[in-house]
């Protein structure tokens, strides 16, 4: 079945500097990808749509200057949190659309900012 | 009123148990229902998916859908422990996913 990847894991970074995450689609082309966000005991925020080739949509509230996404092949979509803060911290799920309206999902990355 | 609707929990059986999940959603252009499962820091695993109404049968598992009631269902028979993990029903209608909060199941040996 289709996999997508997602690195790394898991991460600690310091207060101020910036993080990249990565998703990879394995064996199959996304040319549009989603990354949610969750808090502890809670649901999946969508927090924007990316797009191979193009600009990322992002959801109502969500600052795109500090969550910038790139998506430069059918199989690569990266999330980088810019000057990230002890806020940020949080899990980060990508996904991919396979098949009819189904989204398979990475393993998460959880991001500690000290 | 929210789109979602589930209750979040937690739900703690017995092993063996049979296991009800509900979630009412209010927006009728939703076409496909699913259902994912959870473990605790790792990305959601789809375990159902059905666009009709009437039940879906996979195992110990059984997706059932009523329209025109808004409201959606997952069984689970023989519960394990290993059934242990949160349970979030998913809608789609056009583009985007809506997911529910989650509900976070325990199945005790």
Redesign the interface.
Known sequence: GAVVSQHPSWVICKSGTSVKIECRSLDFQATTMFWYRQFPKQSLMLMATSNEGSKATYEQGVEKDKFLINHASLTLSTLTVTSAHPEDSSFYICSARTGENVLTFGAGSRLTVL | QKEVEQD?GPLSVPEGAIVSLNCTYSNSAF??F?W?RQYS??????LM?TYSSGNKEDGRFTAQVDKSSKYISLFIRDSQPSDSATY?C?F?GG???I????T?LFVKA
């Open positions: 979040p076409q496909y699913m994912y820091r790792k990305g959601p695993e789809l998916y979030l998913a789609t583009f985007k996913t997911f529910g909060a989650g976070r």
